[in-house]
């Protein structure tokens, strides 16, 4: 029923762009230096782990790359970085809005004959489902750059094995995959979070309770939702 008001044609197209691009720059935009950092640490743990742990001589050197490659746009660029985004963004959304419900700023809002859940999480959900994409495809890089830094500075594999590694047996259907992924989890991750900020009764306390039922609800739901379209994708 909330996501019914929310989905509604916004009153003036002109503000709901206005908006959206706010909330782009404010939910996706300053989400960047996040991912890059979490991105190239994990890759680079991921590299150290499969070359210390494939150590059969019947296994071929170049199978670091490949693993690592499999690792990140299968399961972390999309799953994993989506539920550390819903600590980030989920509890942002949902502390906004919740303290727009206890200072009585939505109530204004509906009082001036405007619908409220249209006007203030319609351009949260679309900015964030329309910028989570680059987000998904930048975690997929800078992980692999991360391991090519392991390769590159260490002794522990050579560059030419990491990246032809990288290079052997690629689907593209597991960067779509991962794409696809990525935008239903920020649909529950805005969506959610709205949600419980939208519907939050108190004062500051129970703002922060909110925040965190969001998050917690939300992660709870990516890894379901996790679960049933690697079901449906790879089957």
């Known amino acids: ?11 003036k197209w002109k503000v709901f762009f206005q908006r959206l691009v706010s909330e782009i720059s404010k939910l996706g935009v300053d989400s960047i230096p996040l991912v890059i950092i979490i991105s190239l640490f994990i890759g680079a743990v991921i590299t150290i782990q499969m070359t210390i742990n494939i150590v059969s001589p019947l296994i071929p050197s ?12 299968l399961e972390f660029s999309s799953s994993m970085m989506c539920l550390i985004l819903a600590g980030k963004v989920g509890s942002n959304i949902a502390s906004e809005i919740g303290t727009m419900r206890v200072t009585e700023q939505i109530d204004a809002i509906d009082i001036m004959g405007i619908n409220s859940a249209n006007f203030i999480v319609l351009p949260k959900v679309v900015g964030f489902v329309l910028f989570v994409p680059v987000l998904c495809v930048l975690s997929m890089f800078m992980g ?5 830094f392991i390769a590159r500075f260490t002794t522990m594999i050579s560059v030419e094995n990491y990246v032809f590694g990288i290079q052997s047996f690629f ?3 597991y960067v779509w995959y991962g794409i696809i992924k990525t935008l239903v989890f920020a649909y529950i991750i805005a969506s959610v979070a709205a949600y419980y900020g939208y519907y939050v009764k108190g004062g500051s306390l129970e703002v922060g309770q909110a925040s965190t ?13 996790d679960v049933i379209l690697t079901k449906l994708l790879l089957q």
Do not use: C, H
């Open 213 to 225: 039922k969001a998050v917690v609800s939300s992660s709870i739901l990516i890894l379901l939702a």
């Open 144 to 148: 692999l750059v991360g391991g090519w």
């Open 171 to 173: 689907n593209e259907w």
């Open 1 to 11: 029923m909330f996501m019914m008001q929310v989905f509604r044609t916004p009153d």
């Open 62 to 73: 170049y199978s670091t790359g490949l693993a690592t490659r499999e690792i990140l746009l």
